[in-house]
């Protein structure tokens, strides 16, 4: 659950551990056609994780048919009201962006064909957290939707340049995220480029000591 960011669903908002409503929502790829193409699916689970139910909806991006293409690799988040926010990778000619979509029952339907997001991408994962920091004007921002990804650039679906290390903050409840920071500057590795040995794949994040964070990829 954790490497693949399985999302606990809050009690006050459905999930309520083995009573009926949905506790946990898991993100999944699939093979959709006999080319390879990838679509998103979910699994959820009603009694705290004794059993699994596939969503109804599959998530697609388009009509792609070729080896990889289409929709993989999500990140869940769940909004205040209760919505499910869902970013994935988009594999397709032309795409820049991450694919979004969104689930109002706590992940056992989704908008489907997913939506174009507005956060530049290549070819990798996304991580999606709550996270307490201080603001710009000194006010404590706490649960504040965070995001994390490698390739904040324009080279797109085709592309693998998953550089640098990209850091954002939304307070629109996951529309749009801003602030976007790359956590490699004025670093050593400010210097990497693009091999086999420096790309930004599967970020991981956990906060500690208060403001301190332990981030992996």
């Known amino acids: 659950l954790a490497g693949n960011d399985g999302n606990n669903t809050d009690p006050a908002k459905g999930g309520d551990e083995k009573g009926g409503a949905v506790d946990f929502v898991f993100p999944m790829g699939a093979q959709y056609n006999n080319n390879g193409a990838f679509c998103g699916r979910v699994a959820y689970t009603r009694d705290g994780g004794l059993s699994w139910h596939y969503s109804d909806s599959l998530i697609t991006f388009g009509n792609e048919t070729a080896f990889e293409g289409g929709v993989s690799e999500a990140t869940i988040l769940e909004r205040e009201d209760g919505t499910l926010v869902y970013y994935a990778r ?110 930004i794949t599967n970020p991981s994040i956990q906060q500690i000591n208060g403001d301190n964070m332990y981030i992996a990829y």
């Open 90 to 199: 988009c594999q397709s000619s032309g795409v820049d962006n991450f694919t979004i979509s969104y689930s109002l029952d706590h992940g056992v339907t989704w908008l489907t064909p997913g939506l174009t997001s507005s956060i530049y991408t290549t070819n990798t994962q996304a991580l999606m957290m709550t996270y307490d920091f201080d603001g710009f004007d000194g006010n404590r921002l706490t649960g504040e939707p965070i995001f994390m990804w490698g390739g904040n650039n324009v080279l797109g679906g085709n592309s693998y340049m998953r550089m640098p290390l990209n850091f954002a903050v939304s307070t629109n409840g996951m529309d749009t995220f801003r602030n976007i920071q790359n956590i490699f500057s004025e670093t050593f590795m400010d210097d990497y480029t693009y091999t086999a040995d420096h790309y």
